[in-house]
């Protein structure tokens, strides 16, 4: 079989049309009218709305049903690069490289398209993952039927890598994300009365620390576990204790033991703690996305067109990292894979994602054009 070659003009073209029009969670209008006219001009049967702006695309008939899946929402950042292609619009910024998945899904689209396929590959350009609810949106929306999907396939674009490799591996790649908020209630008075008080601020300083202790005492030391505590909240004047505190914070870990357990471990600690102060501690606890689980024989699929474009050199094992994704939705239910692209510069002076100078290499764009579209064509095995 023979593909169209990649478009890179037109790869980087789309990229740059996107980054200046960043469009948040569930509010990606003009993305998802781009993605469903291309689709459809491409003679792909197009459902819009699927998951709110969700855009799913279907070729072919009969055979097995891959799935690849491109993200699509922007953050909520103010850009801070200086290039011709900055972002248009004050405070929104394609700083996680969705715009890069986007024009990527376009082109393996377009490639796709072209090509006779023993079987039907299905697009999900898909919202809102930043905020963890774009996939389970579209699946409540049936993105994984009619047709079947039997498998499922997407990337990142990664600027921990450098471009040229890519990062792929079986089992969890990406964390579980919990989200809690702890309000503990005391009683408030006087700060030179404190006897006559229960300190909220006291017994919440005190419940940041025995948090820590979850993944130092309580976790299973060969599991992954983090717990972060990110905001505190309390008080309005330095002479007043107040009434109460609150605390914010998320529990990441690769799933197993710690995973089943946080939520208690969580809530029992908060609220002895609490307790041993006098106070209260009133707990939620949110479960925001499941790990991300790469299957083995789906990966080996990935990996071996992988280590075809980069060479084997350059494909590596153990990337994984405590953020999370919410194609863990889809992996969650189908079997398949998700990648690194590297697409860093090779000098490591590359910005983090979601920081207000992040931009990729775009030669990333070719290799995950490849990447995506080629696994696509082994897995229905053609
Ligand atoms: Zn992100
Ligand atoms: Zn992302």
Redesign the pocket.
């Known amino acids: 079989m023979t593909l169209p070659p990649v478009d890179e003009a037109s790869l980087v073209r789309d990229r740059r049309d996107l980054h200046q029009h960043p469009e948040l969670g569930f509010q990606e209008t003009r993305t998802a009218t781009l993605a469903a006219e291309r689709l459809q001009q491409l003679g792909y049967a197009v459902r819009t709305k699927v998951g709110r702006t969700g855009v799913v695309g279907v070729k072919g008939d009969g055979g097995r049903c891959v799935l690849l899946r491109a993200?699509m929402d922007a953050l909520p950042i103010e850009e801070a690069n200086d290039v011709p292609y900055r972002s248009r619009h004050a405070g929104r910024m394609h700083a996680?490289?969705?715009d890069g998945?986007v024009a990527i899904g376009l082109e393996v689209a377009r490639r796709l398209a072209a090509t006779a396929l023993p079987g039907r590959v299905k697009f999900a350009f898909q919202p809102a993952?930043?905020i963890s609810d774009g996939a389970g949106a579209m699946i409540q929306d049936g993105v994984l039927a009619a047709p079947a999907v039997d498998a499922a396939f997407g990337i990142?674009l990664w600027n921990t890598l450098p471009v040229g490799t890519i990062g792929v591996m079986a089992g969890p790649v990406m964390a579980s994300v919990d989200q809690f908020e702890i309000t503990i209630v005391g009683k408030g008075g006087h700060a030179a009365m404190p006897n006559l008080t229960i300190d909220p601020v006291l017994a919440a300083a005190h419940v940041v620390t025995a948090l820590q202790s979850l993944v130092s005492r309580r976790r299973e030391p060969f599991e992954e576990g983090v717990v972060s505590v990110t905001q505190l909240a309390a008080g309005h004047a330095f002479n007043v204790i107040p009434d109460r505190a609150t605390l914010r914070g998320t529990v990441r870990t690769f799933g197993g033991r710690f995973f089943e357990d946080a939520p208690s471990l969580v809530e029992h600690t908060a609220r002895g703690i609490a307790a041993a102060f006098g106070a209260e501690a009133k707990v939620e606890f949110h479960r925001l996305t499941r790990p991300l689980v790469n299957d083995p024989s789906m990966t080996e699929i990935m990996k071996g067109v992988a280590e075809e474009i980069v060479g084997k050199e350059r494909v590596l094992g153990g990337i994984r990292t405590m953020?999370g994704?919410d194609m863990s939705y889809f992996l969650q239910r189908v079997p398949g894979c998700f990648a690194f692209v590297g697409s860093a510069r090779a000098d490591g002076t590359s910005s983090s994602?979601h920081s207000p100078t992040f931009d990729i290499e775009e030669a990333a764009l070719t290799i995950g054009a490849e990447l995506l579209t080629r696994t696509a064509v082994r897995y229905l095995g053609a």
Do not use: P
Request: aromatic share 0%; charged share 35%; glycine share 18%.
């Open positions: 993200d996680c490289g969705h998945h993952e930043e990142h953020g994704e994602h």
